[in-house]
């Protein structure tokens, strides 16, 4: 099976600190995403990458920036952070090829700014 | 763009009930439909998924066909149980990769089953 392993579970941060979100896969997947999920909003793209050292802004990039160094490491980064991005943060990955390959997720990680 | 519209929540039923939770898309081509379902805590998993039109996707008791003509893809369980009790997301992805590899979300339903 599929592994998408997100670093921590809960985390706690403070306003203005840089936050680094971790998220890696174990099935040499190309293709990795981060999203954001808030009630009422479901779950919209900040980044996500389709090969090592690529990157693409989804719908909500603002206060975010994304580093792929390696094929399974993913990481989400908050320069400054904001009591705004309080949220829960689901990372992904898929397979390259056609539209029927599904996304498979972390458990996510439910990111606390103070 | 791409766009999937689901019904307005919460929903809560009864053992054993019927459930419908309508979902409907806007996108160009021929895009695959999933459902995702997400339980208390946890992330979100596929619970079924459909690529072209009218495939049946199946799975734990769930179905959904892709209608082209209705632009839909509505999930139903004949009978839920309390374990159903989850947040339901209906999701397209286009029909190309590489950039197009990415999800479109409706903004999920949350359903609660009562025993």
């Known amino acids: 099976d599929v592994k998408v392993t997100q670093s921590s579970r809960y985390l706690v941060k403070r306003t203005g600190e840089k936050v680094f979100l971790e998220c890696v896969q174990d099935?040499?997947?190309?293709?990795m995403f981060w999203y954001r999920q808030d009630p009422g909003l479901g779950l919209r793209l900040i980044y996500f990458s389709y090969d090592v050292k690529m990157k693409e802004k989804g719908d909500i990039p603002e206060g975010y920036s994304v580093s792929r160094e390696k094929k399974e490491r993913f990481s989400l980064i908050l320069e400054s952070a904001s009591t705004n991005q309080t949220s829960m943060y689901l990372c992904?990955?898929?397979?390259?090829?056609?539209?029927?390959?599904?996304?498979?997720f972390g458990d996510g990680t439910r990111l606390s700014i103070l | 763009g791409d766009s999937v519209t689901q019904m307005e929540g919460p929903v809560t039923l009864s053992e054993e009930a019927f459930l419908t939770i309508n979902c409907t898309y806007t996108?160009?081509?021929?895009?695959?439909l999933f459902w995702y379902v997400q339980y208390p805590g946890e992330g979100l998993q596929l619970l079924l998924k459909?690529?072209?039109?009218?495939d049946k996707g199946s799975n734990k008791g769930f179905e959904a066909t892709y209608r082209k003509e209705t632009t839909s893809f509505h999930l139903e369980k004949g009978s839920v149980q309390v374990s159903d009790s989850a947040v339901y997301f209906c999701a397209l992805r286009g029909s190309s990769g590489g950039a197009n590899s990415k999800l479109t979300f409706g903004k999920g339903i949350t359903l609660s089953v009562r025993p």
């Open positions: 992904a990955s898929s397979p390259q090829g056609g539209g029927n390959q599904p996304q498979h």
């Open positions: 996108a160009t081509g021929y895009p695959s």
């Open positions: 099935m040499d997947h190309e293709n």
């Open positions: 459909a690529t072209k039109a009218d």
